[in-house]
T-cell receptor
Framework: GAVVSQHPSWVICKSGTSVKIECRSL??????MFWYRQFPKQSLMLMAT?????????EQGVEKDKFLINHASLTLSTLTVTSAHPEDSSFYIC???????????FGSGTRLTVV | AQTVTQSQPEMSVQEAETVTLSCTYD???????LFWYKQPPSRQMILVIR??????QNATENRFSVNFQKAAKSFSLKISDSQLGDTAMYFC??????????FGKGTKLSVKP
């Protein structure tokens, strides 16, 4: 079945540093990927939509200069949290459109802790 | 804009019994899909069931079935013969032409032995 590999699964970083999260579709081409953020005991909030070869579309209230998204190939999308602060600590999940008939394949998520 | 509402923050059910999780949605799209996802403690999102809005027949997947009422914009999930492994957060979601999913706030389901 369709698989999206997301790395790292967890990361701890210091305030002010940058962290890169990768999502890779292993057995299908993902022309569109979605990045979500999930706070504890809350739902998934869409941050941005990325299409291969073009700039990402960010949801209202999401700082595009802070959350850099790159979708340079049909199998890889990255989210870089720049100048991370403790309030950026959260669970980040990617989802690729494709791999199933009108289906979404989710990565396993990344728990980011900024100290 | 699309919205998805889950009015039951928490529910519990005895093992082997049946439980129904509620979901209502609103969308201006004419062609859309509805989903139920399960998120266990591992936080991996697992597709439970999917319904195409243009299909009148309710989707079923083994012990899981939906009651799709298009006019009422209702999409409830019924879990039959509940098992301990069904304990998880359940999210209702709507997907339209933009491709992105809009999630409800979730229902925490506990299956008790």
């Amino acid at each position: 079945g369709a698989v999206v590999s997301q790395h790292p699964s967890w990361v701890i970083c210091k305030s002010g540093t940058s962290v890169k999260i990768e999502c890779r579709s292993l057995d299908f081409q993902a022309t569109t990927m979605f990045w979500y953020r999930q706070f504890p005991k809350q739902s998934l909030m869409l941050m941005a939509t990325s299409n291969e070869g073009s700039k990402a579309t960010y949801e209202q209230g999401v700082e595009k200069d802070k959350f850099l998204i790159n979708h340079a190939s049909l199998t890889l999308s990255t989210l870089t949290v720049t100048s991370a602060h403790p309030e950026d600590s959260s669970f980040y999940i990617c989802s690729a459109l494709g791999g199933q008939v009108y289906g979404y394949t989710f990565g396993s998520g990344t728990r980011l802790t900024v100290v | 804009a699309q919205t998805v509402t889950q009015s039951q923050p928490e529910m519990s059910v005895q093992e082997a019994e049946t439980v129904t999780l509620s979901c209502t949605y609103d969308t201006s799209e004419s062609n859309y899909y509805l989903f139920w996802y399960k998120q266990p403690p591992s936080r991996q999102m697992i597709l439970v069931i999917r319904q195409e809005a243009y299909k009148q027949q309710n989707a079923t997947e083994n012990r899981f079935s939906v009651n799709f009422q298009k006019a009422a914009k209702s999409f409830s999930l019924k879990i039959s013969d509940s098992q301990l492994g069904d304990t998880a957060m359940y999210f209702c979601a709507s997907g339209g032409s933009q491709g992105n999913l809009i999630f409800g706030k979730g229902t925490k389901l506990s299956v008790k032995p």
